[in-house]
């Protein structure tokens, strides 16, 4: 089992940059990739991006993000970061940190989320 704690969170204002963190713990060796999700009040979870957890470094953006948002490793830390930037108020949402195994199709382990509250 993998256990996920995320962090970083606060209040910010449109424009604002932010950094989340994600700190994993247990059998890290069983990564293979590491993603951010976030859910606003009355909305579904929805994809951030994600970032491939050893070897060469291949990361992946949603649309709504993309150029703002940036997703970085820290092997030796165990720590995946999501550093925001030009923040915007539909960037308002829980931030989830997810880890998916080798083989696997779905992220199994999940932080307890991070809020992100964004003001214009």
């Known amino acids: 089992q993998v256990q996920l704690v995320e962090s970083g969170g606060g209040l910010a204002q449109a424009g604002d940059s932010l950094r989340l963190s994600c700190a994993a713990s247990?059998?890290?060796?069983?990564?293979?990739?590491m993603g951010w999700f976030r859910q606003a009040p009355g909305k579904e979870r929805e994809f951030v991006g994600r970032?491939?957890?050893?070897?060469?470094?291949?990361?992946y953006y949603a649309g709504s993000v993309k150029g703002r948002f940036t997703i970085s490793r820290d092997n030796a830390k165990n720590t995946m970061y999501l550093q925001m930037n030009s923040l915007k108020p539909e960037d308002t949402a829980v931030y989830y940190c997810?880890?998916?195994?080798?083989?696997?199709?779905?992220?199994?382990?999940w932080g307890q989320g991070t809020q992100v509250t964004v003001s214009s």
């Open positions: 970032i491939t957890w050893n070897g060469a470094t291949n990361t």
């Open positions: 997810a880890g998916r195994a080798v083989g696997s199709s779905d992220y199994e382990n």
């Open positions: 247990g059998r890290t060796f069983s990564i293979y990739v």
